[in-house]
């Protein structure tokens, strides 16, 4: 029995749940179908125990699922046994960076929309270092360093050797404050337009004097995943990031990232205006 599911291990029990309820069983019905306890059923459901490929192709034929493709995905994910860099820091950071990194990890694409701060993938150190340091109640400075290592680390989704694509929307309000001093400031916007060039990268930008701004009014992260049905988006929260996986809520977030990007200026013009803030300062 698993203590602490990660969202990845959840994310699994949650779609073998809708499976079950779109066929209109319940976990008493499906038991039998597999000749187990319903307990066994809720265990797997809950994400306390896992599936095996056998048991979760027999669930999925008596679903009466027929996508294929969609069960192969799950089925990834029921029997992926590798052990990611994040682990090194479980039980020294909070579950839900872990989670995110192994989001990362396995996601075909990414997309943030950035109101306040820099995207974390796209951070220097020493701005990241301002961030985490405003946290209240103040980290200790071994947490301070765990997390900074951690941010830095993640970017090898944008870095290593199979990048994926990335796309950001950064409002100018981002690009202004400063997290610390000019100093870091400046060497935040030259990472970006560095950045920038990158072919994998497409960085876009918000200025004030854009109209439509209220399409863009909240940071949101969406992750691609092997499947469309499969796509998760990130919120902050007061006490770590909120997964949400549901379809109707994965199409409203489709749909206001296309608007945010409707509003946004083309990556050359972003590029411009981020090289005329850079002189500003």
């Not at 682990?87 to 020294?92: N, S, V, W």
């Not at 060039?197 to 863009?216: M, Y």
């Not at 992260?221 to 990031?241: E, N």
Request: aromatic letters at 6%.
């Amino acid at each position: 029995m698993r203590r602490e599911p990660t969202a990845r291990q959840l994310r699994l029990a949650t779609e073998l749940r809708r499976l079950r309820e779109s066929a209109g069983l319940n976990a008493r019905q499906a038991a039998a179908l597999l000749g187990v306890s319903p307990a066994q059923i809720t265990h797997i459901e809950s994400a306390l125990a896992g599936v095996s490929e056998k048991r979760l192709r027999r669930l999925a034929s008596h679903y009466a699922c027929t996508d294929d493709e969609f069960v192969d995905a799950l089925v990834a994910m029921a029997t992926d046994r590798a052990r990611g860099w994040w682990e090194d820091y479980r039980g020294l950071l909070p579950t839900s960076f872990l989670d995110l990194s192994e989001l990362d990890h396995h996601a075909s694409f990414r997309h943030d929309v950035a109101i306040l701060f820099v995207p974390g993938v796209l951070q220097t150190e020493n701005y990241a270092r301002a961030v985490f340091s405003s946290r209240v109640p103040e980290l200790t400075t071994e947490e301070l360093e765990l997390r900074i290592r951690h941010r830095m680390a993640r970017r090898v989704i944008i870095e290593g050797s199979s990048p994926i694509p990335y796309g950001a929307v950064i409002h100018e309000a981002a690009l202004r404050i400063r997290v610390s001093d000019r100093a870091t400031s400046q060497a935040q916007l030259a990472r970006l337009l560095e950045l920038s060039d990158a072919e994998d990268i497409t960085l876009r930008v918000i200025p004030f004097d854009l109209d439509g701004f209220s399409r863009a009014s909240s940071t949101m992260t969406y992750v691609g995943g092997p499947l469309p049905k499969l796509d998760t988006v990130v919120r902050d929260a007061p006490h770590g990031s909120v997964f949400i996986d549901s379809e109707a809520q994965l199409n409203a977030y489709r749909t206001r990232f296309r608007k945010v990007e409707a509003v946004s200026l083309e990556p050359a013009r972003s590029r411009e205006f981020i090289h005329k803030l850079a002189k500003e300062l």
